[in-house]
């Protein structure tokens, strides 16, 4: 299994507005790979997108928790800081 094909998904389902697709795609890649940083940023832009603020927030800290100097650390802090 691998979590980039789902993330993939997730990512495009993101870029075309679709939170509940980007959702559902981060979280099977999740469920391949449950460490897996960037899914959990996925996850936390699809749920804030589905104003579920406190969900948003928990995959927020998570990616930051998993890669703290990751590429997306700066704007996820930076988002937490706004939510």
Do not use: C, H, Q, W
Not at 6 to 29: F, H, I, M, S, W
Request: proline content about 5%; cysteine-free.
């Amino acid at each position: 299994p691998r979590p980039e094909i789902p993330y993939n998904e997730g990512v495009t389902a993101l870029n075309a507005g679709n939170y509940r697709g980007a959702k559902e795609g981060a979280l099977k890649a999740l469920k391949v790979k449950a460490d897996y940083a960037d899914a959990y940023y996925i996850l936390g832009i699809a749920e804030f997108g589905l104003n579920n603020l406190k969900a948003a927030k928990e995959s927020l800290r998570k990616y930051l928790e998993l890669a703290p100097t990751g590429s997306k650390a700066a704007e996820v802090k930076e988002m937490l800081k706004e939510l």
